[in-house]
């Protein structure tokens, strides 16, 4: 039996979709804000996670995002929000699928069923996770080894891990300092530019333009992207 979390902070809407799925036959959890979420998945095993965007204490972005930190399980954003740049948003930070409230329960179910489905399909052909391919780029962060376009390419270790913190978050944009910290696990001074330095030899090294790169892209005013 599937097993999967409803995240949302309308008891009503909660209970809706618990019986919706109850009643085809899944196995439920429920959490009202990201926190429980985030405390429900230390302890369970889901099989795809439905999660609200607008919530208090913990949004649905900032829950999706420390979610997609461990887990690959398919999330189903909700929201009442229906304008194109929030599916953008919501997609972008590793959702898979997109409901906009309100909704009925055929949708609803349709879309787990096509989710759970591609997901076991991906499960049972499991890639490699210590590989990553991103077009000609390949990091195996086993051997701690990039080769671009089949050629090696030496990097130093911090030069590797902002690297391979940008391939695995690809399309999430990083802010410098998020960036910074997420890397060296300390808190970013503003005065501090080795961010900056390491994009820099980071292009140089695996773009064949760095002037326009292919890989590593500049969010002008934001960040940093794969």
Known sequence: M?????????????????????NDGYSVDIASDGIDALNLLEKNEYDLIILDIM????????????????ETMPIIFLSA????????????????DYITK???????LARVKAQLRRYKKFSENPIDKNIIEIGDLVINTNTHEVKV???????????????????RNKGIVFSVEKLYETVWKENFAVSDT???????????????????????KTVWGV???I
């Open 55 to 70: 919530m208090p204490k913990l949004d649905g972005v900032a829950t999706c995002l420390k979610i997609r930190e461990k």
């Open 149 to 167: 376009r089949g050629e090696q390419v030496k990097l130093t270790p911090k030069e590797f891990d902002i690297l391979e913190t940008l391939a």
């Open 81 to 96: 929000k229906g304008e194109e740049i929030d599916k953008i948003e919501g997609l972008t930070v590793g959702a898979d």
């Open 102 to 108: 309100p909704f009925g329960s055929m949708e609803l």
């Open 194 to 216: 080795s961010i900056v330095v390491h994009i820099t030899n980071i292009r140089q090294k695996i773009e064949l333009d760095p002037k326009s790169p292919q890989f590593i």
């Open 223 to 225: 960040g940093y992207k």
């Open 2 to 22: 599937d097993k999967i979390l409803v995240v949302d902070d309308d008891a009503s809407i909660r209970k809706l979709i618990e019986l919706y799925l109850i």
